[in-house]
């Protein structure tokens, strides 16, 4: 049920091998390596990165949104500069990527999701798919 683009992304990161969580010692470092290694390969193949992070905050896209929403500009990439980019200046260089997609990306999907399937721009594709 997967689409090709999604298939394509996937075949492009590497898969986990080791099932362990915090409380598993040292299978649980081997974990984290992996999970590492799988977004190191994620930013180089899709994202990047300003050539002044840490000091700016990164740019997160999401181009299948383009223009669907107020809050998105340039190709996609999500409005982050009224809330996040001012914390993220006030915690340069304790911030990284993973604060980018928690602080940043989170809250966005969170408040914009809802108002794009409430006024019909985002639907489920089985969904779309009957309307036909």
Same mark, same amino acid.
């Given at each position: ?26 299978q ?27 000091t ?10 383009? !223009?669907?929403?107020?809050? &998105?500009?340039? %190709?996609?990439?999500?409005? #982050?500069?009224?809330h996040?980019?001012? /914390?993220? +200046? =006030?915690?340069?260089?304790k911030? !990284?990527?993973?604060?980018? &997609?928690?602080? %940043?990306?989170?809250?966005? #999907? ?5 108002d /794009?399937? +409430? =006024? ?13």
């Amino acid at each position: 049920m997967v689409d090709e683009a999604t298939k394509k992304t996937l075949a492009q990161i590497p898969l986990l091998k080791t099932k362990a969580g915090p409380r598993d010692g040292e299978q649980w470092i081997q974990r984290l390596k992996e999970e590492y290694q799988s977004l190191i390969q994620y930013v180089k193949n899709n994202k990047e990165m300003p050539v002044t992070y840490p000091t700016t905050a990164p740019e997160i896209a999401l181009p299948e949104l383009d !223009g669907k929403t107020a809050k &998105m500009y340039r %190709g996609g990439k999500i409005c #982050l500069t009224d809330h996040f980019k001012p /914390l993220w +200046a =006030r915690n340069v260089p304790k911030f !990284g990527i993973a604060h980018a &997609m928690a602080l %940043g990306l989170g809250p966005w #999907l969170a408040v914009e999701v809802p108002d /794009l399937i +409430a =006024r019909g721009v985002v639907t489920h594709k089985d969904t779309s798919s009957d309307k036909s």
